[in-house]
C-alpha cells in the first residue's frame, strides 16, 4: 500500500512540474493562498487541438455553433459574478464539451452540452512553487441535461430500440421513465430556478479535503415543470411493449388494463423502489403505500413541438436541437481556503436569472 501511495504522489509531482511556475520559493499553504491567481477563458484554452473538438459529438454545425453561443454566454456570466473578487491561490480553466444527441421521450432531438470551469490550486513542491495538474473545486454546468436524473431501468440493449433494426439511440418508453428519490431534489428541479446541496456544510471539518460538497441549481423556464408523473395506465402499457420485445408473458399486465377503470390508471405509478427490472406482479400491485418510487417522465407540454421541434425531427430553425431548454449548475468544493471563497462569490453574485432567460 505504501509502495502505490507514493507513486500515486509521484504521479502528481510530475503532473505538477509539467505546469510549474517554478519561479518563486515557497514555505507555507498561506503564502500559496496569497498569490495571485489566474484566469484562462474557454477561447484561450491551452490546447487548441481539443478546442477545436469539444463539440464535435454534437454532430452539425449548427447545433456547434449553437453550443458555443450559449456556454460563451454562460461563461461570461460566471466571470461577471467575479467583478471585484479578488482572485488568489488558484488558476481557472474553461472549456466545453458535447455529447451525443438525445431524445425527449423517444421523439424530438435535444443536443446536450457542458461548460466547466477548473480550480487548479498553487502547490509547493521542493519548495518551489506550482499549478497542481488536478482540481478539487470544479463548477460544471450541463446545458440540456439533469445529470442527477436517474433512469427507473436499465433497457438500452439492442432489442429496445424504439425502431427493430436501427440503432439510432430512440429506445422504446419505459427507457425513458425517472426516479427522483429525493423530493427535494425534485423541487428544486421543478421550481424554476431551485438549489439542492448534497452534504452539509456543518457536518464537515474545516481542512477536510477527502468529502467534496456540491452545491445544485436547476434552471427551468417560470411556471413550467420539466418532470411529471407517469400514470399507471402508461406505464403499464410501455410494460407490454417491454416485455413483448423481451419475448416475455403480458397476461397480469393486459389483466390490470382490461379490469381497471381510467381513474384508477391515471394515479401516479409508484414501483418497487428495490426494483431495476420491471415485474409484471409489482406493476400490477404497485407501491402507493409502502413508500415505493413515483416514475417521472420529462413533460410533453415543456418540450413542446415548438420548443423542441417535434417528434422525430431536430427541430425547426438553425441549431434548434442545441437550443437551451433546462440547465444544472454543479459546484463541487473541499472546504478549503481557495474553494471555498470561489464558491461562496458564485452563490452570492452569479446571476441565475440571466440564465433562466435565455431559455427556449
Not at 237 to 244: N, P, S
Request: charged residues 25%; proline residues 3%.
Amino acid at each position: 500500500m505504501k509502495k502505490v501511495v507514493f507513486f500515486f504522489l509521484l504521479l502528481r509531482v510530475a503532473g505538477a512540474q509539467a505546469q510549474g511556475t517554478g519561479a518563486q520559493a515557497c514555505q507555507t499553504s498561506a503564502e500559496l493562498d496569497a498569490l495571485p491567481g489566474k484566469y484562462i477563458d474557454a477561447a484561450h484554452c491551452e490546447y487548441p487541438a481539443q478546442r477545436a473538438s469539444w463539440l464535435n459529438d454534437l454532430k452539425t454545425q449548427a447545433n456547434i455553433s449553437m453550443a458555443g453561443k450559449v456556454l460563451t454566454q454562460i461563461e461570461g456570466i460566471e466571470r461577471d459574478s467575479r467583478k471585484g473578487f479578488d482572485l488568489k491561490g488558484v488558476v481557472l480553466k474553461s472549456s466545453f464539451s458535447g455529447r451525443n444527441l438525445d431524445y425527449v421521450n423517444g421523439g424530438s432531438t435535444i443536443a446536450p452540452y457542458d461548460w466547466q470551469l477548473g480550480c487548479y490550486e498553487y502547490i509547493c513542491v521542493n519548495k518551489k512553487i506550482m499549478t497542481n495538474s488536478e482540481y478539487q473545486t470544479v463548477l460544471r454546468v450541463y446545458v440540456n441535461l439533469f445529470k442527477d436524473v436517474e433512469g427507473a431501468f436499465d433497457v438500452t440493449e439492442a432489442p429496445y430500440f424504439l425502431t427493430a433494426g436501427r440503432y439510432d439511440g430512440k429506445f422504446i418508453g419505459l427507457h425513458y421513465f425517472y426516479r427522483v428519490k429525493d423530493k427535494r431534489l425534485l423541487e428544486a428541479m421543478n421550481s424554476g430556478i431551485g438549489f439542492y446541496q448534497d452534504v452539509r456544510d456543518e457536518g464537515v471539518k474545516q481542512g477536510n479535503r477527502s468529502v467534496y460538497i456540491t452545491r445544485h441549481w436547476y434552471i427551468t423556464k417560470a411556471g413550467q415543470p420539466v418532470l411529471v408523473p407517469v400514470s399507471r395506465g402508461e406505464y403499464l402499457r410501455a410494460l407490454v411493449e417491454y416485455y413483448q420485445r423481451a419475448k416475455l408473458g403480458t397476461a397480469l399486465v393486459d389483466k390490470a388494463l382490461k379490469e381497471h377503470d381510467e381513474g384508477w390508471l391515471a394515479k401516479p405509478a409508484v414501483v418497487d423502489p428495490r426494483s431495476q427490472k420491471p415485474d409484471a406482479s409489482v406493476a400490477v400491485e404497485f407501491w402507493d403505500d409502502k413508500n415505493g418510487d413515483v416514475l417521472y417522465k420529462l413533460s410533453p407540454a415543456y418540450f413542446s413541438k415548438d420548443a423542441a421541434g417535434g417528434a422525430g425531427s431536430s427541430g425547426t430553425g438553425v441549431g434548434a436541437a442545441a437550443k437551451p431548454r433546462m440547465v444544472e449548475l454543479a459546484y463541487r468544493y473541499t472546504k478549503v481556503p481557495a474553494g471555498q471563497r470561489l464558491v461562496e462569490n458564485f452563490t452570492k453574485n452569479f446571476d441565475f436569472t440571466a440564465v433562466q432567460k435565455m431559455l427556449e
